[in-house]
């Protein structure tokens, strides 16, 4: 089935500093989604993403809708203990299709740790 | 505001025994997902419904049911327990199939 590649799959970081992680298709994607998931809770949406090139902020978080429609990038600037989670990353490609590709499609994720 | 409420949150089930994790939302939302979470694995589709009456499969559909004879309430069965569904599930829901998702707070299931 159709994959998003999300990278690095963990990363271990200095509190303070930046962070960035992506996603990429061989695909079109129409919408990126970015998510938090923290310890026994479930995805948290962090930031929506809905046209090529759009670059959306959310507090130290910002997301970049790639031009070519294929890749996203997520970037968390001055890093805090509280950033620890696993990111993920969520596309579609057909909007409003009805059947099975409108489904969003995940990422594996991106493991966070934080050393204070 | 409740959102997507799972129950149960844990559950241990011996192997062959069916059970029924139970999924609602209370935003209206015509979409609505059932996801699993294993390790390195990401979030898996098992099955979803588009509305009230109107379900299908996803990635990994296999040992699972599914209804949607409410738009509130998403339930899924699993029909005979296997040691492969020892898992965390996720329902989900949207106002529309494309849109972002509001996640439950997940079951963590073991079968044994």
């Known amino acids: 089935g159709q994959q998003l590649n999300q990278s690095p799959q963990s990363m271990f970081i200095q509190e303070g500093e930046d962070v960035s992680m992506n996603c990429t298709s061989s695909?079109?994607?129409?919408?990126w989604l970015w998510y938090k998931q923290e310890p026994g809770e479930g995805p948290v949406l962090l930031i929506a993403l809905y046209k090529a090139g759009e670059l959306t902020s959310n507090g130290r978080l910002t997301a970049q809708f790639g031009i070519t429609r294929k890749d996203s990038f997520l970037n968390i600037s001055a890093s805090i203990p509280s950033d620890v989670g696993i990111y993920f990353c969520a596309g579609q490609r057909y909007m409003n299709y009805g059947g099975s590709q409108g489904n969003l499609i995940f990422g594996k994720g991106t493991k966070l740790s934080v050393k204070p | 505001n409740a959102g997507v409420t799972q129950t149960p949150k844990f559950q241990v089930l011996k192997t062959g025994q069916s059970m029924t994790l139970q999924c609602a939302q209370d935003?209206?939302?015509?979409?609505m997902s059932w996801y699993r979470q294993d390790p390195g694995m990401g979030l898996r589709l098992i099955h979803y419904?588009?509305?009230?009456?109107?379900?299908d499969q996803g990635e990994v559909p296999n040992g699972y049911n599914v209804s949607r004879s409410t738009t509130e309430d998403f339930p899924l069965r699993l029909l005979s327990a296997a040691p492969s569904q020892t898992s965390v599930y996720f329902c989900?829901?949207?106002?529309?199939?494309?849109?972002?998702?509001?996640f439950g707070s997940g079951t963590r299931l073991t079968v044994v």
């Open positions: 989900a829901s949207s106002y529309g199939q494309g849109a972002s998702y509001t």
């Open positions: 419904s588009v509305g009230a009456g109107i379900t």
């Open positions: 935003m209206n939302h015509e979409y």
């Open positions: 695909s079109i994607f129409n919408t």
